[in-house]
């Protein structure tokens, strides 16, 4: 009963597992935002079945799935005194857990991996939330607030997430040297 691009956020929001999306909505602005929601292929039907199987290939060659190769930055993610371990779905603030919400874990999971980037509002409602943002929709504003609080300021004591006012959220990296 879901559709393709709420079964993908549910995939990502559990794991780091590449995902080829076989689908008969075969437009241009379907690609692109199956793309955009972090498919790492897209493929529409009617296919023929040997390019499914190249393209199978070739993600498994750039994601070393298939190898035994488990990468920690499939798994782990690090910045500065925090890590979050995708697989595990855990957090650690210093080497001590942090205990999150679900949707707190899915923000800062794509704020971690844009860390040092600005994330618009729009994009982390639909990657964290699974929906897009509407207008008056605070939800996201609360969460990051929540984030903020339960994370604290950085050993520097320096904001770990910024707001970007009009544009949206940034993780902050550490300064190297500090």
Avoid: W
């Avoid at 929709?137 to 929540?146: A, P, Y």
Wanted: proline share 5%; hydrophobic share 40%.
């Amino acid at each position: 009963g879901l559709s393709g691009l709420e079964v993908l956020h549910r995939i990502h929001t559990g794991s780091a597992t590449p995902v080829l999306m076989l689908t008969a909505r075969g437009e241009e602005v379907d690609r692109i935002v199956g793309l955009e929601m972090g498919a790492d292929d897209y493929l529409p039907k009617p296919f023929n079945p040997r390019e499914l199987v190249a393209r199978i290939r070739a993600i498994k060659r750039r994601t070393g799935v298939g190898r035994g190769d488990k990468t920690p930055s499939c798994r782990s993610l690090r910045v500065g005194d925090l890590e979050l371990d995708s697989a595990a779905r855990a957090v650690f603030l210093g080497g001590v857990p942090v205990d999150l919400s679900s949707v707190e874990f899915s923000l800062l999971e794509v704020l971690l991996r844009l860390a040092g980037q600005v994330v618009s509002r729009d994009k982390l409602s639909v990657q964290a939330l699974g929906r897009p943002l509407h207008v008056y929709d605070r939800s996201i504003d609360v969460h990051v607030s929540s984030l903020r609080r339960k994370l604290g300021q950085t050993p520097d004591l320096k904001d770990r997430i910024k707001t970007v006012r009009g544009v949206g959220y940034l993780y902050a990296r550490p300064v190297a040297g500090r």
